[in-house]
Nanobody, 121 residues
């Protein structure tokens, strides 16, 4: 089993910054992509940013130029640096990782419990 533990959420004023972290632990042979999704009240969960094992990244258009995803492969950790936050960024942010549990295993997706990010105007 694999656990993803997120931290770094909170309440911030518009224009402020937050940095989310997510550490994966447990039965990990290798991690392919890691990413962040978010879900605002009454809306569907959406992909915010994703990073491959090699460091390639992609972002939803609404956060390009403001958010930066990065990872520390040695620590099985992914980060999301969020700058110039807007009230519309308010949501629960979920970490996800595509993990192989062993050398012959196929990759499975695991999710964190979510962390609240609230941006006041």
């Amino acid at each position: 089993q694999v656990q993803l533990v997120e931290s770094g959420g909170g309440l911030v004023q518009a224009g402020g910054s937050l940095r989310l972290s997510c550490a994966a632990s447990g039965s990990i042979f290798s991690i392919n992509s890691m990413g962040w999704y978010r879900q605002a009240p009454g809306k569907q969960r959406e992909l915010v940013a994703r990073i491959s094992s090699g460091g390639s990244t992609n972002y939803v258009d609404s956060v390009k130029g403001r958010f930066t995803i990065s990872r520390d492969n040695a620590k099985n950790t992914v980060f999301l640096q969020m700058n110039s936050l807007k009230p519309e960024d308010t949501a629960v942010y979920y970490c996800t990782a595509s993990v192989r549990n062993g050398p012959l295993s196929i990759a499975r997706d695991y999710w964190g419990q979510g962390t609240q990010v609230s941006v006041s105007s």
